[in-house]
T-cell receptor, first 113, second 115 residues
Framework: NAGVMQNPRHLVRRRGQEARLRCSPMKGHSHVYWYRQLPEEGLKFMVYLQKENIIDESGMPKERFSAEFPKEGPSILRIQQVVRGDSAAYFC???????????FGPGTRLTVL | AQTVTQSQPEMSVQEAETVTLSCTYDTSESDYYLFWYKQPPSRQMILVIRQEAYKQQNATENRFSVNFQKAAKSFSLKISDSQLGDAAMYFCAYRRSGGYQKVTFGTGTKLQVIP
């Protein structure tokens, strides 16, 4: 049973470009959480999605960031017009249900030049 | 809002010795979970130990144990017989019970193990 997959593991973008981060949940998991870890900090919640629905996006920056979890395929965290301050590690965690244990992916390290 | 505080940015321990990492938290909930995660240089988040707030007994996983003081809102991690592979960032984390489960993390403690 494969764990939570994230790709790419490392992503380099220039300022103004778009970044797309993918999270493939474990089999049977339909709940996805995205977290961001800025350098020298702990993880901070960004958004919680169930299949095709955003449940809580209270941790998402208001502009340039969006997330989706389509019926088929991975969850996508999209960052438009990236800036240097977006450089961070982005983790997703998935769960079978709302109240169930979260399993973390290996993270995507985004570097904005 | 829930907060998690780790007041030790860095700690060091001699190999084979014991070290305790501190964590305090703030919540108005009575039922919740507490965690310690290990993040090695690979940056993978590895669950070390988990404590359910309604359980008075402290959780233990091999060389890792916790001291959970609910009234004091304290949740420290003890690592016994420290090994070189224990060197990592350690994050204390909180998640309330019921409903959906976003996790709140502390800022981490960097543990160095000295050979």
């Amino acid at each position: 049973n494969a764990g939570v997959m994230q790709n790419p593991r490392h992503l380099v973008r220039r300022r103004g470009q778009e970044a797309r981060l993918r999270c493939s949940p474990m089999k049977g998991h339909s709940h996805v959480y995205w977290y961001r870890q800025l350098p020298e900090e702990g993880l901070k919640f960004m958004v919680y999605l169930q299949k095709e629905n955003i449940i809580d996006e209270s941790g998402m920056p208001k502009e340039r960031f969006s997330a989706e979890f389509p019926k088929e395929g991975p969850s996508i965290l999209r960052i438009q017009q990236v800036v240097r301050g977006d450089s961070a590690a982005y983790f997703c965690a998935t769960a079978t249900g709302m109240s169930d244990e979260q399993f973390f992916g290996p993270g995507t390290r985004l570097t904005v030049l | 809002a829930q907060t998690v505080t780790q007041s030790q940015p860095e700690m060091s321990v001699q190999e084979a010795e014991t070290v305790t990492l501190s964590c305090t938290y703030d919540t108005s909930e009575s039922d919740y979970y507490l965690f310690w995660y290990k993040q090695p240089p690979s940056r993978q988040m590895i669950l070390v130990i988990r404590q359910e707030a309604y359980k008075q007994q402290n959780a233990t996983e091999n060389r890792f144990s916790v001291n959970f003081q609910k009234a004091a809102k304290s949740f420290s991690l003890k690592i016994s017989d420290s090994q070189l592979g224990d060197a990592a960032m350690y994050f204390c984390a909180y998640r309330r019970s019921g409903g959906y489960q976003k996790v709140t993390f502390g800022t981490g403690t960097k543990l160095q193990v000295i050979p």
